[in-house]
């Protein structure tokens, strides 16, 4: 004879549909001071969490930065022409790219790879609509090769295709867990801001951005929430909309 039992279930909403992931190259680094570009064990780690949250629903769009392989030099000290060097840094960007988008797809996460920096053997060419589409069917969409152009930060992608793609939030991943009153690593005394203006950001001249990133999220009304990566289940905690590192609206 069956019988009916009571079930209480969870229903967890996540607080933001679709979310632009800016990840520093730096960050891939993990815990390494020399040898291999990246850490393994820390690009697994992103793409359990990024799983963790498109398994929800959300929409993930990722734009992803270099300095772990190449970051633009001072022409006056390397002699490389600061373009020339910064298209350098833009093929490193699709490196680091192109090793997230195998980890996601390793652990079942469907993806895609847009350069904008045509290479058709290993990425897609950057084309908005396209990259809007991937994300509406709940593919992941890498933004590699930052803005195609020289003299721009992967801050300034990550902030013009955030636009671009219509996300409710850019989420700045470092290894630091919010914004500080000042350096943590240099003074204990520091302490961490849970929310900031965009005025407060350029009052206290806080470095949240390059400038034209930073402007580019003020005139377009786009949320910054900067947090620790690194530390697994961070990125769930800030798409449930748990006080996680500090949001800058």
């Known amino acids: 004879m069956g019988y009916l039992q009571n079930l209480s279930f969870t229903i967890m909403i996540p607080k933001y ?7 520093s190259g730096k960050a891939l680094l993990g815990n390494r001071k020399t040898g291999d570009p990246f ?9 359990q969490d990024i799983k963790q949250v498109t398994d929800l629903g959300v ?33 490193a960007t699709v490196i680091n790219a192109m090793a997230i988008q195998a980890m996601l797809e390793k652990i079942g996460v469907f993806s895609r790879l847009q350069s904008a920096i045509n290479m058709e053997q290993v990425a897609e060419p950057y084309i908005r609509r396209k990259a809007l589409r991937h994300l509406e069917k709940g593919r992941v969409v890498i933004f590699g090769g930052g803005t195609g152009n020289p003299y721009f930060t992967t801050d300034t992608a990550g902030s013009l295709r955030a636009i671009e793609m219509k996300a409710d939030v ?7 867990d919010g914004i500080y009153t000042a350096d943590p690593e ?13 005025d407060d950001c350029i009052a206290q001249n806080l470095k949240v951005m390059d400038m034209t990133a930073f402007t580019l999220c003020q005139e377009n009304k ?5 947090f620790d990566v690194n530390k697994q289940g961070n990125l769930l905690q800030v798409i449930q909309g748990m006080n996680v590192g500090t949001l800058v609206s």
């Open 222 to 226: 786009l949320p910054i929430i900067v």
């Open 59 to 91: 929409q993930v769009a990722i734009v992803i930065g270099g300095g772990n392989i190449y970051r633009g030099m001072n022409e006056a000290e390397s002699g490389i022409e600061r373009a020339h060097g910064d298209y350098m840094g833009m093929l």
């Open 17 to 23: 549909k679709r979310i632009l992931l800016k990840l």
């Open 170 to 176: 850019i989420l700045k991943g470092t290894r630091v």
């Open 186 to 198: 240099k003074d204990p005394t520091a302490t961490r801001y849970e929310r900031l203006s965009f």
């Open 39 to 47: 850490d393994p064990k820390i690009i697994e780690q992103y793409a």
